[in-house]
């Protein structure tokens, strides 16, 4: 079972900065995607950023210019620097890894995995 560890949640004031760290256990299959996903109160999840394995990354809009999203491959870890927060970026933030994929030998395989969710609180 692939395990995420989350880090980097907490209280900052809005304009201020964080660091979400997240850490994965080997996998058998190759990573696809990276994922963080944030849930507001009574708000559905929405992709917040993803990094593909060939490097590129994507964006919601709202959080474009401000959060940037990188891997530490030789750690296994997938970061979300944030910047500029604002106080409508409250919200649980999970990492996703994703290592889904097909092919016409194997089929389906693979699996996306989450972490436990960091709290992220941006003040006004």
């Known amino acids: 079972q692939v395990q995420l560890v989350e880090s980097g949640g907490g209280l900052v004031q809005a304009g201020g900065s964080l660091r979400l760290s997240c850490t994965f256990s080997r996998t058998t299959f190759s990573v696809n995607f990276m994922n963080w996903y944030r849930q507001a109160p009574g708000k559905q999840r929405e992709l917040v950023a993803r990094?593909?394995?060939?490097?590129?990354?994507d964006y919601l809009d709202s959080v474009k210019g401000r959060f940037t999203i990188s891997r530490d491959n030789a750690k296994n870890t997938v970061i979300l620097q944030m910047t500029s927060l604002k106080p409508e970026d409250t919200a649980v933030y999970f990492c996703n890894v994703d290592t889904r994929s097909y092919t016409d030998a194997m089929g389906y395989t693979g699996a996306e995995y989450w972490g436990q969710g960091t709290q992220v609180t941006v003040s006004s």
């Open positions: 990094l593909t394995s060939g490097g590129y990354s």
